[in-house]
Nanobody, 123 residues
C-alpha cells in the first residue's frame, strides 16, 4: 500500500520561505513522476509543480515560477517543494501526489495523494 506523508507547512509572513517534504513508501518511488498540488478555500485543486521520475524535467504553474523549486531525492523516497517569496495568495492546503504511470515526466493522472499540509501566508 502506497503512503505519502507531507510535512513542513505552517504560518509565515509574506516574503518568507517554507520547505515542504513528502515521504513516500510502498512503491518503487524512483519510477514515478511526483507533483505538488494546492487547494485554497472555495477554489479547485490546482497543480503547483511536477518533477519527472529521474528529476531531469520539471514543470511549474505560472503563478509560482521563479519562486518555488521542486526537487526529489530518490535514495530517500522524498520529494521537496522549496517555496520562497511567499504571498498571501499562496495560502492553501498543499498535497503531494504520485503519478499512476511509470517513467512519466509530469503527473498526468495522480494515483495516490498525501493527506495535505496547511500553508498560511499572512500579509
Amino acid at each position: 500500500q502506497v503512503q505519502l506523508v507531507e510535512s513542513g507547512g505552517g504560518l509565515v509572513q509574506a516574503g518568507g520561505s517554507l520547505r515542504l517534504s513528502c515521504a513516500a513508501s510502498g512503491r518503487t518511488f524512483n519510477r514515478y513522476a511526483m507533483g505538488w498540488f494546492r487547494q485554497a478555500p472555495g477554489k479547485e485543486r490546482e497543480i503547483v509543480a511536477s518533477i519527472s521520475w529521474s528529476g531531469g524535467t520539471t514543470y511549474y504553474a505560472d503563478s509560482v515560477k521563479g519562486r518555488f523549486t521542486i526537487s526529489r531525492e530518490n535514495a530517500k523516497n522524498t520529494v521537496y517543494l522549496q517555496m520562497n517569496s511567499l504571498k498571501p495568495e499562496d495560502t492553501a492546503v498543499y498535497y503531494c501526489a504520485l503519478d499512476g504511470t511509470e517513467w512519466g515526466t509530469v503527473v498526468d493522472d495522480a494515483a495516490y495523494w498525501g493527506q495535505g499540509t496547511q500553508v498560511t501566508v499572512s500579509s
